[in-house]
């Protein structure tokens, strides 16, 4: 049961919190941020495949950019050592540039893609880059959201 | 219309039904964002202390911290004083130069790496934690504390394996560890310095490395000069014992030989730790993984490091001059006035649970004491470290 809403608004006026899906981190290539492209089950009647693995891709391109160690990242790092590291406190470093431009991304891809599918996508920054916290919302006036609820309670109540 | 809106919500759609009990650093909870709000480092959850409105952070016991800057101090300023003007005279004027820019330097690295945020994870928010929980104990059977979980992944053919830490919630990334003294969890840790007074991870590594080799070359130079003003002193007098007491006015026995001391074993000690550092870095390893043997293959198996980049040049340039990590922890950010990070996620706001004075749930005081459905802390804490 796919609910419909139209953009951002009408999801934060009308929508209630009916689960929360977390993405992890992969780590198969090491410490370098990476999520799982793994299409989690419960997204299955919401959102396209295809759309939610894009998603994850770019955010994981940013990253990878964002981390990248080459010439500007040695410049960057010869420089800041010369300085004695001073420059970070006036600087802003590429990594933050990066994150950044994956904020609007985010943003984009929330207005445009998830929030008209009940959807909404938090920057992995806020939960440490542990996680992409996807959080999916019903229709205040749907029943569908007390079997959410329970599921989720369920697993609270431990 | 806030409070109409708040009517039509259902409690039960809520993901954390159990309300957290309040807590008290937030000061009074305020219900509308108006009044004095609360930064997130008011109600961080490890042990450490912030000033300067949580720019700065040092580790809770940084005890050892004001001895190492004062070494610093009081030999260098014993150098200016007394080596200086006699070396100037009769060398070159260039050493109290040198001198100069490497007891700057010396000093503002010690200080970043004192302050910086060595790369700390936030603990995992009460939803993460469950649903970790859910995929880990599917028997729902949760009346004894569970063994001491892991997972293992493949990182670059490699087999590591992932522990699961029980104060913060969460499988540890790779390389992570949790530091009983600061009760976080680091990213890349490598050990807790007592000397620097905050643990050394991933942020602010290349401060320490950096301030460990410029203060070896420091005592280096200083010792080399101290010992040359005294050689020259001594051969233009009758020996070394009456250069050193020549006149207690101009040269004072006791903060000489006090240098000497201090530069002796100094020199020595940092020396033979720079030296390990460097090997670390150019092998990619952190002071934690050396001391467990976890690459060093001595179980007989084939175990390799996963990180290294096989080149000397290559790791030295990944560790050192990598790009900086941000802050993982909004020191400075302001906790939400209506506590929503948790309840609707951080990019919606329900003004309607500001009202609500029952639901405390907070992104930050929610981490200080685990929720109901959490095992007590006490039994996290002797596990974790």
Avoid at chain 2, 71 to 92: E, N
Avoid at chain 2, 285 to 300: A, F, H, P, R, V
Wanted: aromatic share 10%; with cysteine; glycine share 8%.
């Amino acid at each position: 049961m796919a609910t419909e809403f139209h953009n951002l608004q009408e999801l934060r006026h009308s929508a209630s919190l009916a689960n929360k899906v977390f993405i992890q981190r992969d780590y198969s290539e090491g410490t370098t941020c990476r999520f799982q492209t793994k299409f989690p089950s419960e997204l299955e009647s919401r959102i396209e495949r295809k759309l939610f693995e894009d998603t994850v891709k770019t955010l994981n391109n940013y990253y990878t950019e964002a981390e990248k160690i080459g010439g500007q990242s040695y410049l960057e790092g010869c420089l800041a050592c010369s300085t004695a590291y001073l420059i970070f406190l006036c600087m802003e470093t590429r990594y933050e540039k990066v994150l950044k431009k994956i904020s609007k991304y985010i943003q984009e891809q929330n207005e445009k893609i998830f929030a008209p599918r009940g959807l909404l996508i938090t920057d992995p920054i806020e939960r440490g880059m542990r996680v992409i916290e996807i959080s999916i919302y019903e229709d205040r006036g749907s029943s569908g959201s007390s079997s959410g609820s329970s599921s989720v309670s369920g697993s609270t109540a431990r | 219309m806030n409070n109409c809106e708040y009517q039509q919500i259902d409690p039960r759609t809520l993901p954390t039904p159990t309300p957290t009990p309040h807590h008290g650093p937030v000061g009074d909870r305020p219900e509308e964002p108006k009044g004095k709000p609360s930064r997130k480092w008011h109600v961080f959850p490890g042990k450490n202390r912030f000033y300067c409105d949580g720019r700065i952070m040092v580790a809770r016991q940084s005890g050892v911290l004001p001895l190492t800057l004062g070494l610093i101090l009081i030999t260098s300023g014993l150098f200016f004083i007394f080596d200086c003007p006699f070396l100037v005279k009769h060398l070159t004027s260039c050493i109290p130069v040198i001198g100069g820019f490497l007891f700057v330097f010396v000093v503002i690295t010690l200080l970043q790496t004192s302050f910086t945020d060595p790369g700390i994870l936030p603990r995992a928010t009460p939803d993460e934690a469950a649903d970790i929980e859910k995929q880990i104990d599917n028997t729902g059977n949760t009346s004894y504390r569970p063994p001491p979980r892991t997972k293992e992944v493949v990182i670059n053919q490699q087999v590591v394996k992932l522990k699961y830490c029980f104060t913060c919630k969460m499988f540890r990334p790779p390389r992570t560890s949790h530091c009983s003294l600061c009760d976080n969890c680091v990213e890349r840790f490598d050990h807790h310095c007592p000397w620097v007074g905050n643990c050394v991870g991933k942020r602010n590594y290349r401060f320490f490395y950096t301030f460990i080799v410029s203060l070896s070359f420091h005592t280096a130079f200083i010792f080399g000069c101290v010992t040359t003003h005294l050689s020259l002193r001594a051969q233009g007098g009758k020996g070394l014992v009456f250069a050193l007491q020549e006149s207690p006015g101009r040269y004072p026995l006791p903060l000489t030989a006090v240098e000497l001391v201090i530069c002796f074993f100094s020199v020595w000690s940092i020396l033979g730790l720079s030296g390990f550092h460097t090997y670390l870095v150019a092998s990619n390893l952190t002071t934690n993984e050396d001391i467990k043997g976890s690459w060093s293959g001595k179980s007989g198996e084939d175990v390799t490091n996963p990180y290294s980049q096989r080149n000397i040049f290559v790791n030295c340039c990944s560790v050192l001059c990598g790009p900086m990590p941000p802050s993982l922890i909004d020191r400075r950010g302001f906790l939400p006035a209506d506590e929503s990070v948790q309840t609707a996620g951080a990019d919606i706001e329900l003004p309607d649970l500001a009202n609500k004075s029952e639901i405390n749930v907070v992104g930050g005081p929610s981490q200080l004491a685990p929720p109901s459905p959490a095992p007590p802390s006490s039994q996290n804490n002797s596990s974790s470290a």
